[in-house]
């Protein structure tokens, strides 16, 4: 590397990246604290370890910007006068209603919940309370597969929010992140997503009812199609970190998949992977790891799709 360079000149991969990680999360946790300057001061550390003409830059001057104006706003503000006094009798509930902002800034931040219920209700509406019911449940531990994983690496992250009739969504601060990290975390869900499929199959295996087959095949095929490596899928993503003999694996693997069970779903995916054959987005470096996570996915959802057969969503 050239002295003083701040990202590969080959690949642009950033040379401090894991540290650009811990000073975004250490200015968002000050940001949410309302320590404005220390958290300018944060997002300048960031500033330096980035190249000057980078988008990530760009983001971070932008952000400090607007954290100077909204410093300039508050130290322009009039200082507050004794208002109490004069609404008399009315002051103790305007007080009530000014303790209780942290509460609805805590309601607003629970839009998860808002956004669940209002999914669970379509479909319940649609299909019945149980499917429903089932079904969103099968999502959202989906959803908190992503969430779980970036979590744990001590990256910021709000609760999933669904969007009824479309899917669901996990919203984080990716700034700096490594491709391995980017595709851990996608295939998180998925991964998670197989968990709650296995444990449907189960039930359906010890109790015959017919419900639970049903919500395996959907969760597994759903969590398959998730995994084609296009636009803003999970396995989109996670093939950004794998090298074109990686993908080339991968093609094999899926056609096999496709050939033994006879599922078209399998194609799709094929497709898309042909399709990354042909992308300008290989990494340096393979990642063997990654691609054994992504080949056991598909193999742990071919298997589920082989115990409860059918075409589409539906089990025979």
Not at 38 to 55: M, V
Not at 93 to 108: D, E, P, Q, R
Not at 204 to 223: D, E
Request: one cysteine or more; hydrophobic letters at 50%; glycine letters at 8%.
């Amino acid at each position: 590397m050239p002295l003083g360079a701040l990202d590969c000149p080959q690949c642009h991969t950033l040379l401090y990246s894991e540290e650009l990680v811990r000073i975004s999360t250490r200015a968002n946790q000050l940001e949410e604290q309302s320590a404005l300057p220390q958290a300018r001061d944060e997002w300048q550390k960031a500033l330096a370890l980035l190249p000057h003409n980078s988008n990530q830059a760009e983001w971070i001057r932008g952000k400090i910007f607007k954290l100077e104006l909204t410093e300039k706003h508050s130290a322009s503000q009039p200082p507050k006068n004794d208002w109490t006094k004069r609404l008399g009798p009315l002051a103790p509930i305007a007080i009530l209603l000014v303790k209780s902002k942290g509460l609805f800034l805590a309601l607003f931040k629970l839009k998860f919940l808002f956004s669940f219920f209002a999914f669970l209700a379509i479909y319940w509406t649609l299909y019945g309370f149980k499917f429903g019911a089932g079904f969103a449940v099968l999502l959202l531990v989906h959803e908190l597969g992503h969430y779980i994983d970036i979590r744990r690496r001590g990256l910021p992250a709000d609760m999933p929010v669904f969007l009824p009739g479309l899917g669901a969504y996990v919203r984080w601060e990716a700034m700096g992140v490594t491709r391995q990290t980017r595709a851990a975390v996608s295939l998180a869900g998925p991964l998670a997503g197989l968990l709650a499929t296995a444990v449907c199959v189960y039930l359906w295996h010890h109790t015959g009812y017919g419900l639970w087959s049903v919500l395996a095949r959907v969760s597994g095929v759903l969590n398959l199609l998730n995994l084609t490596p296009v636009w803003i899928l999970d396995g989109g993503q996670a093939m950004n970190a794998l090298s074109k003999a990686e993908r080339f694996v991968l093609l094999a693997l899926t056609l096999a998949l496709w050939a033994f069970l006879g599922q078209g779903l399998f194609f799709l995916v094929a497709a898309g992977i042909t399709y990354r054959l042909f992308t300008k987005d290989l990494p340096p470096t393979p990642n063997h790891p990654i691609a054994a996570y992504y080949a056991s996915l598909l193999i742990g959802l071919g298997a589920i799709l082989y115990i409860i057969p059918g075409q589409g969503l539906l089990p025979r």
